[in-house]
């Protein structure tokens, strides 16, 4: 993965990469006088109110008011779907901020994050995982996420395998062969490593990770016999199970967690604040009843308020627990 700035663009191969990753060394050195105190994030960015994530640039010249906004939702298997799905949405958003909006399909969390570090992206949801990555990496501000009526979100780490497998609790795991998602999915990856050896079973000791790309492709590879069984999460299987992809008949829930926090919906820091305030009023106003976005998300009606430093802490708690660094070495694994 390479990271570019607003005024360059991606480029392939070796001398790119080595480029982007030069010039990210480049910006520490070069902006580390003009922050106080910046905790995690990149040099581009400072955190003077401890909140952890970006301030607000105080320099007007460094805000961006403009004509069109990009929004992106994390990579799904069928891009083209989503579009579709989100379309009432952006027709909501267009209304309410008085600006074109342009839907940007990714095709990995990385291109996501440099989308929005490059100032090419200003709104985004970000997967449960990525999302501290494009807080640090990126200067992404969550400020909203999918709930219901009454203000509840989240989804659960559920472990699926065939009821015909002969898997029946999580110490069935050993020996077998189990499909992570990607190094930088919470529940696909980075949750199973933490908190499966509290249970009595470590992944890669106990059994062989074999990473599948996506919780889509987990769950599909499980009900196909690919892989003997799948951490992944339920607000996945869930919708693919209402768009009949596989037969939840033919699997079953050995294992399941508590509630962690679903999609973060995130803004650019350098954002014009007014366009900001715009920003938040189409999301926390957007009804989602009858709308093809509502009958996608069962279970949720309204976007609710959400703070990074609150809300994705024990998002933050597993991943130092796997020794992740935000880094956009540690963002490439994936």
Not at 224 to 237: I, L
Request: aromatic share 10%.
């Amino acid at each position: 993965m390479t990271f570019i700035t607003p005024n360059n663009r991606l480029a392939g191969g070796a001398a790119a990469a080595l480029f982007g990753l030069t010039a990210l060394a480049f910006g520490t050195v070069a902006q580390a006088q003009d922050c106080p105190d910046r905790g995690q994030l990149d040099a581009m960015y400072c955190d003077a109110d401890g909140d952890l994530v970006a301030d607000t640039p105080t320099d007007p010249a460094k805000l961006q008011d403009p004509g069109t906004l990009v929004f992106a939702y994390t990579p799904v298997e069928d891009p083209a779907i989503y579009a579709d799905i989100w379309a009432p949405f952006i027709e909501h958003l267009k209304t309410v901020t008085g600006k074109d909006v342009q839907f940007f399909a990714v095709q990995s969390n990385s291109a996501e994050v440099e989308a929005m570090r490059s100032g090419r992206l200003h709104i985004a949801g970000f997967s449960t995982g990525p999302t501290p990555f494009a807080v640090n990496l990126a200067g992404a501000v969550p400020f909203a996420i999918m709930g219901s009526e009454d203000g509840r979100f989240g989804y659960t780490l559920q472990v699926y395998t065939r009821k015909d497998s002969g898997i029946n609790e999580m110490a069935d795991l050993k020996g077998k062969r189990i499909a992570h998602t990607s190094p930088t999915s919470n529940s696909g990856n980075l949750a199973p490593r933490a908190l499966f050896p509290g249970l009595g079973i470590t992944p890669e000791q106990d059994y062989e990770v074999a990473y599948s790309g996506s919780h889509d492709q987990s769950m599909l590879g499980v009900v196909a016999g690919d892989y003997d069984a799948a951490p992944v999460a339920s607000e996945v299987v869930d919708r693919m199970a209402e768009r009949d992809l596989y037969d939840p008949e033919e699997v079953k829930i050995i294992w399941q967690s508590d509630p962690f926090p679903t999609t973060s919906y995130t803004y650019a820091h350098n954002l014009e604040p007014a366009l900001v305030e715009k920003i938040k009023e189409a999301f926390f106003t957007f009804e989602f009843a009858g709308t093809e976005l509502g009958e996608e998300f069962s279970g949720v009606s309204k976007f609710v308020p959400v703070t990074y430093q609150k809300d994705w802490a024990v998002i933050r708690e597993i991943q130092q627990a796997n020794g992740v660094k935000y880094t956009p070495q540690d963002l490439a694994k994936e």
